[in-house]
């Protein structure tokens, strides 16, 4: 330990000595509103994350984004939200990064089976969302996540056999 203490230079800083914060400027403080945009995209089903993670992606709104905005995505069946940070924007593209992932589908019990003989559940699109069938006729629809609709199915079928 004296050897350590002989080898340190006495013109640089003292390691115990903490250097002095500079408060914020109070021209770099705003509300966020005023300094970023939110934007919400609902893309189709099948396009991943990673697609929305592609330059190219954005070339119809590209001139639309600006460095620190946000979009929140989701695709039509709900199976995923993911949070976007716009890093770079032009006209043509825009380059984005992933603050966070979350998989819906874990929430939604997608694995509650259904009968199989006549019974089918799929989704319709935004509006009527997920359905149940019977024989090919929709017995309901409206449900906001599979799980819903396969328990609805597996009650309905159940109470067919009373």
Not at 38 to 46: D, K, N
Not at 52 to 66: D, N, R, S, T, Y
Not at 72 to 77: F, K
Request: charged fraction near 25%; proline fraction near 4%; glycine fraction near 8%.
């Amino acid at each position: 330990m004296a050897e350590a203490a002989e080898n340190m230079d006495p013109v640089t800083e003292d390691p115990q000595e903490k250097k002095a914060v500079k408060p914020v400027n109070m021209g770099r403080f705003r509300e966020a509103q005023y300094s970023r945009n939110i934007f919400t995209v609902t893309v189709e089903p099948g396009v991943t994350v990673e697609d929305v993670c592609e330059q190219g992606f954005w070339q119809h709104i590209g001139a639309m984004l600006k460095a620190g905005d946000r979009i929140e995505v989701m695709d039509d069946m709900m199976s995923y939200y993911a949070e976007l940070i716009v890093i770079a924007a032009d006209r043509l593209w825009a380059q984005v990064g992933v603050i966070r992932e979350i998989d819906l589908t874990t929430f939604q019990g997608g694995e509650i089976p259904i009968p199989e003989q006549h019974y089918e559940v799929n989704f319709a699109g935004l509006t009527v969302k997920w359905r149940e069938l019977y024989k090919g006729n929709v017995m309901k629809d409206g449900f906001e996540t599979e799980g819903l609709a396969r328990r609805w199915c597996s009650n309905h079928a159940a109470a067919q056999k009373l």
